[in-house]
């Protein structure tokens, strides 16, 4: 056999490998990786704290603790977000009542002082204990622990080129906004944010927006 030969058959059996390599070290495979033992560690350890947080949820308003609704994933999918309840149960329904008091642009919706928030539901928002459910979410592959924020359908239009854009990555549990005004932001503000998170996102940016997250979750600033 030609040293040509040779050299062909090597580059061909070898190409395959090299693909199979760079699949498994990609920037998105690192990412995932991350995602997985990261949210697996986190609720091993939160598990006990937890049951306590679903304990008192259910004692001060009786039902579901959970919270479960439908938000946008990865290209536009929706998926099944999950929440510790913060408000009565028939929230939703009472949602009219109180829309006079949105204090946010359109779409968005916000109220400081929402009177259908629970006593425990105001400590769970304030601290984002509320969250907790949606390391569930990361390990089924809905979420990632960093990337934009999930948003509801109605607060999107996907016919816009900045939101196909924005949708392009996973959402994540913390995020370039979470750390730069969080619910005191309006919808142009926290979009800017997030593109300009997918625009320079690195493995080491999601681990200075992590650290900032703690900091920000600490000191209670900017949530309700």
Sequence with gaps: MSKGLVAKVSTTVGAPKKK???????PAAIKRLFDVLTASLALLVALPFFAVLVVAVVIESPGNPFFVQERLGLHGRRFKLLKLRTMVRDAEQRRAEIE?????????FKVRNDPRITRIGRVLRAASLDELPQLINVLRGDMS???PRPRLPYEFSLDDPAIIRRLSVKPGLA???QVSGRAKLDYDEALALDLEYIDTWSFWL???LIAKTFWVVLTLRGAY
Excluded: Q, T
């Design 175 to 177: 995020g370039l906004w």
């Design 100 to 108: 006079h008091l949105n204090e946010a642009k359109p779409p968005l």
């Design 20 to 26: 199979v390599w760079d699949a498994l070290v990609s």
């Design 206 to 208: 999601d681990m200075k």
């Design 145 to 147: 622990i960093v990337g």
